[in-house]
């Protein structure tokens, strides 16, 4: 369920830069089960075949979070023209991290980060909302950062200024709320929008579904987009041996399944060299 489109688009061309080849940093421990290894093992030999600049690209989610040191802010995108009261913010706030938080609770054994994994929690904030016409949000409080009509890709987005896909170097100094209410990645509602779409600079679903799923248990399209801020790929024209159905293979799960949690620690356990790790 992957649409690519706009900035979209560009964020995949931005993927596949060619960067030098590389063989990529050693590994250590690995500890999945059993009847999960080779697929899992075919996955990442796909992923090391088919993403050029794989140990080069800097912006996966994993880098996101690292810099921050251990959480992530977002800002709401609504491409829409639908109105939205505080106590509906405010929901759309406590889903997003409700879910956002499944794939952080898939790095965890017991509490405890898998791997060197160094964070238990990673608080998610919504720092800002972007907006075409400021009468659409119908708050007066100043809880988020909230930018009218500042268009691109045409639909509504918060300062570029204050977005970690503009700097990533850190540098937020024209931000107007500053570093603590820089964001790293967009929650993009779309209007009248199926399917969905993600990438480093965060995930873009329809608004109406987004909405209609604020209390579901999995809001799965919005789950598996997320899987690709954090590198995972599709699986359009393949199966790994042995699984069948998982949230990455768009249409065959409603939830993050053992086999998406165990590509997800393949991603943490072959990028950590990169922080010291
Ligand atoms: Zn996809």
């Known amino acids: 369920m992957r649409v690519l489109r706009g900035f979209v688009a560009a964020c995949a061309a931005l993927l596949l830069v060619t960067g030098e080849a590389s063989a990529g940093p050693a590994v250590r421990a690995w500890n999945p089960p059993g009847h999960l290894v080779q697929p899992l093992g075919e996955v990442w030999q796909h992923v090391e075949s088919t993403y050029p600049d794989l140990h080069g690209f800097r912006n996966y989610g994993w880098d996101q979070i690292m810099a921050n040191g251990g959480y992530v802010n977002y800002c709401v995108r609504w491409d829409s023209t639908a109105p939205v009261s505080a106590a ?3 929901r759309i706030h406590a889903s997003l991290s ?5 794939w952080m609770a898939a790095l965890l054994d017991n509490g405890q980060g898998w791997e060197s994994w160094p964070y238990q929690s990673v608080p998610v904030k919504a720092v800002g909302w972007a907006v075409r016409d400021r009468s659409t949000l119908q708050w007066t409080d100043n809880s988020v950062d909230v930018y009218v009509n500042d268009i691109n890709e045409n639909a509504p987005q918060c300062a570029a200024d204050c977005g ?4 990533q170097d850190g540098d937020y100094s024209r931000c107007p709320g500053g570093a603590a209410r ?3 990645m ?5 209007a009248g929008m199926g399917g969905g779409a993600g990438g480093d600079w965060g995930q873009r679903v329809g608004s109406e579904y987004f909405a209609a799923n604020l209390d579901s248990e999995n809001i799965h399209i919005y789950l598996h987009e997320v899987g690709h801020t954090f590198g995972l790929d599709d699986f359009y024209d393949w ?4 699984v069948c159905c998982f949230l ?3 249409g065959s799960a409603g939830e993050i399944t ?3 949690k165990w590509m997800f620690r393949d991603w943490w356990r072959h990028l950590k060299p990169r922080y010291g790790l």
Do not use: I, N, V
């Open 186 to 190: 967009s929650l993009w509602l779309t």
């Open 182 to 184: 820089h964001y790293d």
């Open 258 to 260: 053992e086999f998406d």
């Open 164 to 167: 970690r896909f503009f700097h």
């Open 88 to 90: 509906l913010r405010d």
């Open 239 to 242: 199966t790994p041996s042995g």
């Open 98 to 102: 409700r879910q956002f938080t499944k």
């Open 248 to 250: 990455m293979k768009a």
